[in-house]
C-alpha cells in the first residue's frame, strides 16, 4: 500500500533561514507527488506538483521541491524563511488513483 | 471565480440527530473531492466524484455516511446519525480534469461538532 512519511510533525526556523520539510513516499512506480499548505482555519492550497516532467519543480511563494527516486524523497525547500510561511504543510501522493496525504510539518518562523 | 464554497462554516449537533454538509465547486471542474480531517487521523479521502459519478467511495467510513452529487454544482455529504467521534473538519474540493493528478482547489472546511 502507498504511504507518505513526512518527518518532523513540527519545525521551528529562524526568518530568513532555509527552510527544510521532509516526505518521503513508498513505490517502486513513481506516483504524482504534491505540497500543499494550509493557513489556519483555512482549506489547503497548492503550493507546487511533480508530474514525472523535471525532476525540480518551482511553486509558489518561493518553494521547490526535487523529486528524487533513488531516495524515494520529495523534500520542500525555501532559501529563506519568511514570517508569513508560518503554516502547516502537507505532502500528498497519488498513485494508480488512489490519493494520501501526510500527516503534516507544522512551520514555526521565528523573528 | 469564487472558489469552492461550502455550507455551513460550523454545525454544532447533538448525536443521533441527521447532519448534511453542502458543497459547490469551482464552475467547470469535473471532479469533486469530500476529506475529514481530525486530529487522530490526519486528512482522509473519503469519496470523489467524476462528472456527477461517484468513483471511489472505499475512504467513507461507514453506512452512515452518505454522499451524492446530483448535478454538477452542488454536492452533499450527509451523516445520519451522527456521533461524537464524526467531530472534525470536512472539507470538499474540486479539479478541473485530471482528478487525483490535478491541482485540487478546496473550500474553507466545515467543522462539526457533534456533542
Known amino acids: 500500500a502507498q504511504s507518505v512519511t513526512q518527518l518532523g510533525s513540527h519545525v521551528s526556523v529562524s526568518e530568513g533561514a532555509l527552510v527544510l520539510l521532509r516526505c518521503n513516499y513508498s513505490s517502486s512506480v513513481p506516483p504524482y507527488l504534491f505540497w500543499y499548505v494550509q493557513y489556519p482555519n483555512q482549506g489547503l492550497q497548492l503550493l507546487l506538483k511533480?508530474?514525472?516532467?523535471?525532476?525540480l519543480v518551482k511553486g509558489i511563494n518561493g518553494f521547490e521541491a526535487e523529486f528524487k527516486k533513488s531516495e524515494t524523497s520529495f523534500h520542500l525547500t525555501k532559501p529563506s524563511a519568511h514570517m508569513s510561511d508560518a503554516a502547516e504543510y502537507f505532502c500528498a501522493v497519488n498513485h494508480f488513483n488512489k490519493f494520501y496525504f501526510g500527516s503534516g510539518t507544522k512551520l514555526n518562523v521565528k523573528p | 471565480d469564487a472558489g469552492v464554497i461550502q455550507s455551513p462554516r460550523h454545525e454544532v449537533t447533538e448525536m443521533g440527530q441527521e447532519v448534511t454538509l453542502r458543497c459547490k465547486p469551482i464552475?467547470?471542474?469535473?471532479?469533486l473531492f469530500w476529506y475529514r480531517q481530525t486530529m487522530m487521523r490526519g486528512l482522509e479521502l473519503l469519496i470523489y466524484f467524476n462528472n456527477n459519478v461517484p468513483i471511489d467511495d472505499s475512504g467513507m467510513p461507514e453506512d452512515r455516511f452518505s454522499a451524492k452529487m446530483p448535478n454538477a454544482s452542488f454536492s452533499t455529504l450527509k451523516i445520519q446519525p451522527s456521533e461524537p467521534r464524526d467531530s472534525a473538519v470536512y472539507f470538499c474540493a474540486s479539479s478541473p480534469r485530471g482528478g487525483l493528478a490535478d491541482t485540487q482547489y478546496f473550500g474553507p472546511g466545515t467543522r462539526l461538532t457533534v456533542l
Open positions: 511533480y508530474t514525472s516532467a523535471a525532476t
Open positions: 464552475s467547470g471542474h469535473d471532479y
